[in-house]
């Protein structure tokens, strides 16, 4: 009888044990499983992968093998649209150059054109633009990896009136300004630079 009781005890605590390991799990995969959210903030670029979204301005050249009459430069309006031969519209601005790719590739496909091969290529960036207390304060065409130092180089430098510690860029397409940004960080198609006047 004792052995018994000691038998129950025994099969009872591992039940316990067991059901206490197996509710501890979920919650470890639940945070492994958190998403990871981009902290990049502007419209034009993904923080992940470092991919830019095209904006009316921006110029590409469409190209399609053995199709010359679907072979095209063009500068993306404000519409941000096309209508592509055969297959219609077609979305440029907020997309990236692989998107656009792939969705005309598959559309041709659709009976249209045997196997097509599409490239999608930049071909002139939109303008940024600096204000302010700089030379020559205008548009200017934009360059990959552009920074704040640079951009301000392109216009001539600094006023006499300058106020260099504050420096503030407009986003494209946003309304909020990003305050007093080192002369280290990015600039981007389409914002605006503005370089404020110093007081003393």
């Known amino acids: 009888m004792k052995l018994l009781l000691l038998a129950c005890c025994v099969?009872?605590?591992?039940?316990?044990?067991a059901?206490?390991?197996?509710?501890?799990?979920?919650?470890k995969e639940v945070q492994s499983a958190a998403p990871v959210v981009s902290t990049s903030g502007h419209p034009s670029i993904d923080n992940e992968t470092r991919k830019y979204f095209l904006r009316p301005g921006d110029m590409i050249r469409i190209w399609v093998y053995g199709e010359e009459e679907m072979s095209m430069s063009l500068k993306i309006s404000k519409r941000g649209v096309i209508n592509f031969p055969f297959?219609?519209?077609?979305?440029?601005?907020?997309?990236t150059t692989d998107a656009i790719e792939q969705d005309?590739?598959?559309r041709?496909?659709?009976?249209?054109?045997?196997?097509?091969m599409v490239s999608v290529t930049m071909e002139e960036f939109r303008k940024f633009y600096l204000l302010?207390?700089?030379?020559n304060p205008n548009g200017y065409e934009y360059e990959p990896q552009l920074t704040v130092e640079q951009a301000i180089a392109?216009?001539?430098g600094f006023t006499d009136r300058a106020d260099e510690s504050d420096i503030n860029i407009r986003p494209s397409g946003q309304k909020?300004?990003?305050?007093?940004?080192?002369?280290?960080?990015p600039v981007y198609p389409g914002d605006v630079v503005i370089v404020e006047k110093s007081f003393f």
């Open 87 to 95: 297959i219609g519209l077609v979305q440029l601005s907020g997309q």
């Open 108 to 116: 041709l496909k659709d009976g249209f054109v045997l196997s097509p």
């Open 19 to 27: 059901e206490t390991d197996t509710t501890a799990a979920p919650e």
């Open 176 to 185: 909020e300004m990003i305050k007093n940004v080192e002369m280290t960080d």
């Open 11 to 17: 099969l009872i605590s591992s039940i316990s044990f």
């Open 154 to 156: 392109m216009a001539g």
């Open 104 to 106: 005309i590739e598959t």
């Open 132 to 135: 302010g207390e700089v030379e």
